[in-house]
């Protein structure tokens, strides 16, 4: 069973850079075929997908929207990928879950099927 776990600070000042971390257990991140993501949600308002990293390619894409500010990084050696978000306003203030966001069975690809529990991060002004 694959689990995901955020972690980070809950609070950041405005203008500064947002770190947060997903630990995965029961998968190896770099498994053929998989692509792990970062997902938000602001107050009152629905998920907004932020990007995805894929492997085998190593290769990351992000919402348009995002892309000037938004990086995802792994650290295979400790099962981990990782977002970074700088110049944050009190608008990035949400919830953010990371996801498997799709994986092949070997017949079919699955989407959304796990998730972190979430974790709240304050953007102060």
């Known amino acids: 069973q694959v689990q995901l776990q955020e972690s980070g600070p809950g609070l950041v000042k405005s203008s500064q850079t947002l770190s947060l971390t997903c630990t995965v257990s029961?998968?190896?991140?770099?498994?053929?075929?998989?692509?792990w993501s970062w997902i938000r949600q602001p107050p009152g308002k629905g998920l907004e997908w932020m990007g995805i990293?894929?492997?085998?390619?190593?290769?990351?894409y992000y919402n348009p929207s995002l892309k000037s500010r938004a990086s995802i990084s792994r650290d295979t050696s400790k099962n981990q990928f990782s977002l970074k978000l700088t110049s944050v306003t009190p608008e990035d203030t949400a919830v953010y879950y990371c996801?498997?966001?799709?994986?092949?069975?070997?017949?079919?690809?699955?989407?959304?099927?796990?998730w972190g529990k979430g974790t709240l991060v304050t953007v102060s002004s």
């Open positions: 996801a498997l966001y799709s994986y092949y069975d070997g017949r079919i690809y699955y989407g959304l099927e796990y």
């Open positions: 029961g998968a190896s991140i770099t498994t053929s075929y998989t692509a």
């Open positions: 990293i894929a492997f085998p390619y190593d290769a990351t």
